[in-house]
Protein backbone atom coordinates (compact mmCIF):
# COMPACT_ATOMS: atom_id res chain seq x y z
CA UNK A 1 0.00 0.00 0.00
CA UNK A 2 3.15 2.51 0.89
CA UNK A 3 4.19 2.13 -2.87
CA UNK A 4 0.34 4.12 -4.01
CA UNK A 5 1.30 7.24 -2.35
CA UNK A 6 4.44 9.12 -2.82
CA UNK A 7 6.55 9.80 0.68
CA UNK A 8 5.69 12.87 2.17
CA UNK A 9 9.54 14.50 2.16
CA UNK A 10 9.09 13.91 -2.16
CA UNK A 11 5.96 15.59 -2.11
CA UNK A 12 6.97 18.55 0.03
CA UNK A 13 10.23 18.93 -2.26
CA UNK A 14 8.04 18.65 -5.08
CA UNK A 15 5.83 21.88 -3.94
CA UNK A 16 8.96 24.05 -2.86
CA UNK A 17 10.58 23.02 -6.36
CA UNK A 18 7.63 24.76 -7.91
CA UNK A 19 7.55 27.35 -5.88
CA UNK A 20 10.86 28.71 -6.52
CA UNK A 21 11.03 28.54 -9.70
CA UNK A 22 7.34 30.12 -9.96
CA UNK A 23 9.64 33.60 -7.76
CA UNK A 24 12.33 32.76 -9.65
CA UNK A 25 10.23 33.14 -13.51
CA UNK A 26 8.61 36.47 -11.37
CA UNK A 27 12.42 38.05 -10.46
CA UNK A 28 14.02 36.92 -14.25
CA UNK A 29 10.84 39.07 -15.40
CA UNK A 30 11.07 42.03 -13.79
CA UNK A 31 14.76 41.93 -14.33
CA UNK A 32 13.90 41.53 -17.79
CA UNK A 33 11.70 44.51 -17.99
CA UNK A 34 14.36 46.82 -15.76
CA UNK A 35 17.26 45.66 -18.04
CA UNK A 36 15.55 46.27 -21.19
CA UNK A 37 13.97 49.96 -19.65
CA UNK A 38 10.60 48.27 -19.85
CA UNK A 39 10.08 49.33 -15.98
CA UNK A 40 11.61 52.32 -14.52
CA UNK A 41 12.54 53.25 -10.61
CA UNK A 42 15.93 51.10 -10.46
CA UNK A 43 19.30 51.10 -10.50
CA UNK A 44 19.12 48.20 -12.92
CA UNK A 45 16.76 50.28 -15.50
CA UNK A 46 18.27 50.21 -19.13
CA UNK A 47 21.83 48.07 -18.18
CA UNK A 48 21.39 45.02 -20.48
CA UNK A 49 23.11 43.25 -18.67
CA UNK A 50 20.32 42.82 -16.31
CA UNK A 51 18.31 41.53 -19.10
CA UNK A 52 20.47 38.78 -19.75
CA UNK A 53 20.56 37.56 -16.00
CA UNK A 54 16.82 38.14 -15.87
CA UNK A 55 16.71 35.51 -19.08
CA UNK A 56 19.03 33.02 -17.10
CA UNK A 57 16.95 33.31 -13.93
CA UNK A 58 13.62 32.62 -15.95
CA UNK A 59 15.35 29.74 -17.37
CA UNK A 60 16.29 27.89 -13.71
CA UNK A 61 12.89 28.77 -12.64
CA UNK A 62 11.02 27.46 -16.00
CA UNK A 63 13.69 23.99 -14.91
CA UNK A 64 12.72 23.95 -11.11
CA UNK A 65 9.03 24.33 -12.18
CA UNK A 66 9.47 21.14 -14.99
CA UNK A 67 11.28 18.92 -12.15
CA UNK A 68 7.95 19.51 -9.61
CA UNK A 69 5.49 18.71 -12.40
CA UNK A 70 7.49 15.43 -13.71
CA UNK A 71 8.51 14.44 -10.04
CA UNK A 72 4.28 14.98 -9.57
CA UNK A 73 3.28 13.18 -12.48
CA UNK A 74 6.05 10.20 -12.02
CA UNK A 75 3.99 9.89 -8.50
CA UNK A 76 0.44 10.18 -9.56
CA UNK A 77 1.15 6.96 -11.78
Do not use: C
Not at 7 to 27: C, D, F, Q, T
Not at 45 to 62: F, K, M, P
Amino acid sequence: MAEFFPPLKSELMMWIRGAIGVVLIVIGGVWIAQGSGKMHGSMMTGHSQYTGLGVVVVLVGLGLLGWAWRVRNRGSR
